[in-house]
Nanobody
Framework: QVQLVESGGGLVQAGGSLRLSCAASGSTFKINDMGWYRQAPGKQRDFVAQISDGGSTNYADSVKGRFTISRDNAKNTVYLQMNSLKPEDTAVYYC????????????WGQGTQVTVSS
């Protein structure tokens, strides 16, 4: 019932910045928390950042102070501003949304590639 489409990934040099966007469609009124996860080749999908429908945020220690998550509920969009990028930030970044009526369900986007060169 919820579709998520990420955009904004690309190639950037270390120290640079990127802004990822995730546009939600479908039953967007059901969405509560939203977040970003990332997965490098051969690695598990790791938590990056999350934001509640009220705007409370949480970050992984590895990105705290460098990344900022935000959302525009009116536009059904969540963002991830990534500054001071490091090569170890290279991964496919996935948008996540928790939504539901009586029970919550996790939805995932298709992912967008972020590559940080040395």
């Amino acid at each position: 019932q919820v579709q998520l489409v990420e955009s904004g990934g690309g190639l950037v040099q270390a120290g640079g910045s990127l802004r990822l966007s995730c546009a939600a469609s479908g039953s967007t009124f059901k969405i509560n928390d939203m977040g970003w996860y990332r997965q490098a080749p051969g690695k598990q999908r790791d938590f990056v950042a999350q934001i509640s429908d009220g705007g409370s945020t949480n970050y992984a220690d590895s990105v705290k102070g460098r990344f900022t998550i935000s959302r525009d509920n009116a536009k059904n969009t969540v963002y991830l501003q990534m500054n001071s990028l490091k090569p170890e930030d290279t991964a496919v970044y996935y948008c996540n949304a928790m939504a539901g009526d009586y029970n919550s369900v996790n939805y995932w986007g298709q992912g967008t590639q972020v590559t940080v060169s040395s």
